[in-house]
């Protein structure tokens, strides 16, 4: 269960590369014997993609990106100060096994995984894998904590609520958050959207958008207003009537300067410190229930696979942050 090397100092290039070299749990067994914080889920899935694919190849990419080597208990968050894996409890849960020509079977197996997580009391952070995967695991989320008790918080370049992808079909990488407020998991009132813009979706979407109570937050206003005061409002809207929030990060948000491995790149994006910011602030305000963090594609990343980089720190960036929430709240 344990990866034997944890304790022992080794760099990172050398060892079996769980996330952040965290001990494996293979079963939920384990994971429940673990008495994990925090688990880590891959969702190695891109059927959902419309343009570039490669995101099944993302957790990989994640888990082996940063050069911290063993233990990662020496880890420290200097402007947090804090030590995120000796306050938490992170384990690696693997992967969902995801057929690669069933995007319904690899839906499912992501909904049981990251059910498997909540049942053994961990909160999961699931490395996507395309969009698509935020439909069954806040699926499972809102199955778990309840139906209308889970908001929102969801950085991407797009709404991804589009009515249908191309030839009609209702579940791909455009259209997860339509699903999940259709289905009643998520309310459209405690949606919040950060980061979008460009050409998609077109007007009639963000018509339906408005009709949900959904709240979106423009690069367009982020840059009139500045990003601080945008937060502000996001966080506040967060809270307006859920109590938990489900974080789901599309790499895209980023501007394709910072994340060019991304299936549906968007000029005109926020920073990566503007990214990470934004999370450590969201999710020191919040009671966090789950992460996933998706849309990275190796095959398309640029030099020193700088999106599996930012990707990888976005992961991190909330585990420090929700550990320096409890190092507080014990304090
Ligand atoms: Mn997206
Ligand atoms: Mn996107």
Redesign the pocket.
Known sequence: MTNPKADQHFPAFMGIPTFLFTPYAQTPAELSESDADVAIIGAPVDMGVVNRPGARFGPRAIRQAAYFGSPSSALYHMGLDVYPLRELNVVDFGDAICPPSSLSQSHDAVRMKVTQALQAGALPVVLGGD?SITLPSATAVAQHYGYGRVGMVHF???A?TGPSSHGGVLIG?GNPMRRLIESGAIPGKNFVQVGLRGYWPPGDVFDWMREQGMRWHLMSEIESRGFEDVLDDAISEALDGAEYVYLSV?I??LDPAYAPG?G?P?PGGITSSELLRAVRRIVGAVKLVAVDVV?VSPPYDGPGAITAEAAHRVVLEAISALAHQRSQTEA
């Open positions: 969009h991407d370049a797009h991804d990488h599309d895209d948000v991304t549906t968007e849309e």
